[in-house]
DNA sequence: ATATGTTGTGAGACCGGTCTCTTTATATCA
DNA sequence: TGATATAAAGAGACCGGTCTCACAACATAT
């Protein structure tokens, strides 16, 4: 009874070659499927390989290719439902191209981001999409490009490369869901992210490093502005990292003189922490705080009320992520562009009507 | 401006070598961190390789070594947030100790898982951990551990392959459960499963392939044989896989002459479906009736009432299997067992008292 | 002074595939 | 029948690292 003890030299194609009697080139070919063999040849190296269980070495394989089948993926945390589901639309597209994914967790920070890349670059992966969680460090980035590997940022983009993104239309989703809620009658709006920060509050837009963010707030405080609503910023609130977090940003922004009515958040974990901040102050949705959250999330349609949401179609964007990385690989010629997938609002009951 | 049109031959040792005026044995050492090299030399090589950008290859590296750093992740469905946060918790046992996770979907389908592992085993993982589709196909992991590869079992054991297993300790878990529910009075309890079968119903528990399933059946079966309750195998619901599927279920259950008072979910996908057509059928939880579900879900403390759950440590679980892969990698002498991560009910709103 | 040990460096085999180039066997044609 | 085209198989270089072994230079022991 021999067992696993030994990392047993596994079976090569000259293995099979001698077993088959034939040369180590011929073998490779039947295995390899590539060149021409004759059929006798063929099914006299098939069946040696079987006999001895042959697997090839893909390692070796890429090695003298130069291909590795492999996409590399950075995310900020596989955790959340809007990672979760890119993640397997990137996996679809791929597996459709007959490429593997490789997944790595940043957790949002820009050192595990970076040695994230280094390493997926040194396992010669064929591309790589990144969520950068930073959009004013790109040095690594640009070390990917210089490097020939072909790269595709994912929900954030980043000008100043000269590569694909792949984003929801953040700003629309923002304007949308905003308009929706002032249109609802509602004039004091705040909006919470789970974005790092000293202190809650916001002095300038510019400064949000991540563009989704960023861009969704412009969205958000554009349509304030436009809608007369003073001093908008005021109401923007970052720092949501966890529940404890959470309490004390939606509790210091419910105690203001002038309290907002209605709440965005930022993501699906934001919202359904929101949502249990409210739950454990004793407040009611929506007839206390209106909220709406972006993305999809199981949890949002089974609360009561149910929650009024942006739709973000994360599938679509992993997907349309992972075809465009795949095109990149390919050589397909296209120029650099950045892809918006449009997002909608979801009405369900987690807005009140106010005013009048 | 030179772009990234070509695949750009890398920087490899040999270039490095020779603009630092060495032999490509010695910038290796450097390079490779192993071996012994002056001060002097070593300064050279490094200047020269940071010049040069170089970046060692991985692939080439693991293949003399014959160590990838990688490990392998076969799992039945990445978006199912039990997997999710298992992955998590392999991931990070992986990280702490230098390695790598390359995640495959088998999509519960034994084919897939299949191809999976081959495929995880052609690209020379150090280590694999896989979530069985079917307990009573083994070939393909017999011929890991031929291969030479430590594999570690996740979520459901195979008594008959001898082999590492890390599981919750799904029979007690069901026993708990179903006691719970009888304790509240429930004579006539369901079982619901997401697993594939012809019909809803099932005849024979040893055919359940899924050795967590079947263990949590066998508890929930025991309990109710023992509290006299007749036929408990009538209510043992297979086929929920989604939610137009479970209606179905859900509805045929409870039209029955003697319908169930209480349901058990097999997993969280399974209890947000049964909630959904709960709701869907006008039916309030747990008046109308009662329910619990495996694994604690984002979704499952937001609902009104919040939902009892079966807390299973998912993310224990993962870390553990990571950890104890990692041990086989590094070849410790251990006693091959089977790890069972222990579970408790949390008892929150959806389980009525009845009777009496 | 010669033998022995130590340290740093170089030369080259090796991992397991792919792939080019060459050689051999067979088919086609004049 | 001999010349030439073509198909099939073999030999061996190559990918980019690691690692063993040989060897040189210098230090220490006898």
Redesign the interface.
């Known amino acids: 009874m021999e067992?696993?003890a030994?990392?047993?030299r596994?079976v090569t194609v000259a293995d099979v070659a001698k077993a088959a009697k034939v040369s180590k080139a011929t073998a490779a070919r039947v295995l390899g499927g590539y060149g021409v063999v004759s059929a006798k040849i063929t099914d006299q190296v098939m069946a040696a390989a079987a006999a001895l269980?042959y697997?090839?070495?893909?390692?070796?394989r890429?090695?003298s290719t130069?291909r590795?089948g492999?996409i590399g993926v950075v995310v900020g945390d596989?955790?959340n439902a809007f990672f979760?589901?890119a993640?397997?639309g990137i996996?679809d597209a791929a597996r459709l191209a007959g490429f593997?994914?490789?997944?790595?967790?940043s957790g949002e920070e820009l050192d595990a981001e970076k040695s994230a890349v280094?390493?997926l670059?040194?396992?010669?992966v064929d591309g790589l999409i990144v969520t950068p969680a930073r959009c004013d460090s790109i040095d690594h980035l640009q070390?990917v490009?210089?490097?020939?590997?072909?790269l595709v940022l994912f929900d954030r983009a980043i000008p100043e490369l000269d590569v694909d993104a792949v984003t929801g239309d953040d700003r629309d989703a923002a304007i949308t869901a905003t308009r929706y809620l002032t249109g609802q009658g509602h004039r004091r709006l705040a909006y919470v992210s789970a974005m790092d920060a000293e202190d809650d509050g916001l002095t300038d837009i510019a400064r949000i490093s991540n563009s989704a963010v960023r861009e969704r707030v412009e969205g958000f405080v554009s349509v304030l502005t436009e809608a007369g609503l003073p001093n908008p910023l005021h109401y923007v609130r970052l720092g949501a990292t966890n529940q404890q977090q959470t309490d004390g940003v939606i509790k210091r922004l419910l105690s203001d003189s002038a309290a907002p009515t209605a709440l965005l958040a930022s993501d699906s974990l934001v919202g359904?922490r929101i949502?249990?901040s409210l739950?454990s102050l004793g407040l009611s949705i929506p007839k206390d705080v209106s909220m709406i959250s972006f993305l999809d999330?199981?949890?949002t349609?089974?609360?009561?009320p149910p929650i009024t949401i942006v739709d973000q179609r994360v599938y679509e964007m992993g997907k349309l992520a992972g075809e465009r990385l795949i095109a990149r690989i390919e050589r397909t010629p296209l120029a650099v562009e950045r892809l918006r997938v449009s997002t909608s609002l979801v009405v369900r009951g987690s807005v009140a009507t106010i005013g009048r």
Request: hydrophobic fraction near 40%; proline fraction near 5%.
């Open positions: 067992d696993s030994h990392p047993k596994s269980e697997r090839p070495n893909e390692l070796a890429s090695m130069g590795s492999i596989i955790e979760s589901l993640v397997r996996s593997n994914v490789i997944i790595a967790n280094d390493l670059i040194g396992k010669r070390h490009r210089r490097a020939g590997v072909p359904l949502f249990k739950q999330a199981d949890w349609s089974v609360t009561v």
